[in-house]
T-cell receptor
Framework: KQEVTQIPAALSVPEGENLVLNCSFT??????LQWFRQDPGKGLTSLLL?????REQTSGRLNASLDKSSGRSTLYIAASQPGDSATYLC??????????FGKGTSLLVTP | GAVVSQHPSWVICKSGTSVKIECRSL??????MFWYRQFPKQSLMLMAT?????????EQGVEKDKFLINHASLTLSTLTVTSAHPEDSSFYIC??????????FGPGTRLTVL
C-alpha cells in the first residue's frame, strides 16, 4: 500500500522567506502527484498537479518538482506571505484513481 | 471551472440517528466520486469510491452497512451515516473525478455526534 510522508510536520517562517516542503512516497508506480492547500476547517484547493512523465510544474510563486524514481516531490514557495499560512497536503494517485494523502505540513508565515 | 458542493457544511446529531451528506458536481458530470474522512490532525483517508449506477467500492475497514453510498446521477453522490456514534464525528470530504483524471474537492462536512 502506498505510504506518503511529509516533512516537516510544521513550519514557521518570517514573511518574505523562500521555503521548501518535502513529500516522499513508497511506491514509484504513480499516475500523478498533486499538492493541495487546506485552510482550517475547510476543503482542499488544488495548487499543482504533476503527471508522472513530468519533472516539475510552476504556478506563480509555487514550483513543484517530482522525482519518481526516488519517490520524492518538493513544493517550493517563493517570497512567502502571511496569506500562505495553511496546511499543505501532498497526494499521490495510483492506477485506481484514488488519492493517497500525506499528513500535511502546517505552515505559518509571520508578518 | 470545476466546482463541487457539499451539503450540509456542518451537522450536529444525537447518537443513534442517521445523517445524509450530499456531494454535487455543479458544472461537470462525474461518473466517479470519492468519499474521504479526516480526523483532527490526521490526513484524509479514502473511505469509498462511488460509481454512477453501480455499487460503491469500500476501503478495507470501512463498514458498508454503516456508511451507505448512493450515486444515482452523474452529478450527485450521497453518503448516509447510519446509527451515528460519537466516534463517527469527523470531517467528511467528497471529490468528483473529471475525464482529465483530476479530482475536484467539495468544501467538506463537519459531523459532530453527541
Amino acid at each position: 500500500k502506498q505510504e506518503v510522508t511529509q516533512i516537516p510536520a510544521a513550519l514557521s517562517v518570517p514573511e518574505g522567506e523562500n521555503l521548501v516542503l518535502n513529500c516522499s512516497f513508497t511506491d514509484s508506480a504513480i499516475y500523478n502527484l498533486q499538492w493541495f492547500r487546506q485552510d482550517p476547517g475547510k476543503g482542499l484547493t488544488s495548487l499543482l498537479l504533476i503527471q508522472s512523465s513530468q519533472r516539475e510544474q510552476t504556478s506563480g510563486r509555487l514550483n513543484a518538482s517530482l522525482d519518481k524514481s526516488s519517490g520524492r516531490s518538493t513544493l517550493y514557495i517563493a517570497a512567502s506571505q502571511p496569506g500562505d499560512s495553511a496546511t499543505y497536503l501532498c497526494a499521490v494517485e495510483d492506477s485506481g484513481y484514488a488519492l493517497n494523502f500525506g499528513k500535511g505540513t502546517s505552515l505559518l508565515v509571520t508578518p | 471551472g470545476a466546482v463541487v458542493s457539499q451539503h450540509p457544511s456542518w451537522v450536529i446529531c444525537k447518537s443513534g440517528t442517521s445523517v445524509k451528506i450530499e456531494c454535487r458536481s455543479l458544472d461537470f458530470q462525474a461518473t466517479t466520486m470519492f468519499w474521504y474522512r479526516q480526523f483532527p490532525k490526521q490526513s484524509l483517508m479514502l473511505m469509498a469510491t462511488s460509481n454512477e449506477g453501480s455499487k460503491a467500492t469500500y476501503e478495507q475497514g470501512v463498514e458498508k452497512d454503516k456508511f451507505l453510498i448512493n450515486h444515482a446521477s452523474l452529478t450527485l453522490s450521497t453518503l448516509t451515516v447510519t446509527s451515528a456514534h460519537p466516534e463517527d464525528s469527523s470531517f467528511y470530504i467528497c471529490s468528483a473525478l473529471k475525464t482529465s483524471r483530476e479530482q475536484f474537492f467539495g468544501p467538506g462536512t463537519r459531523l459532530t455526534v453527541l
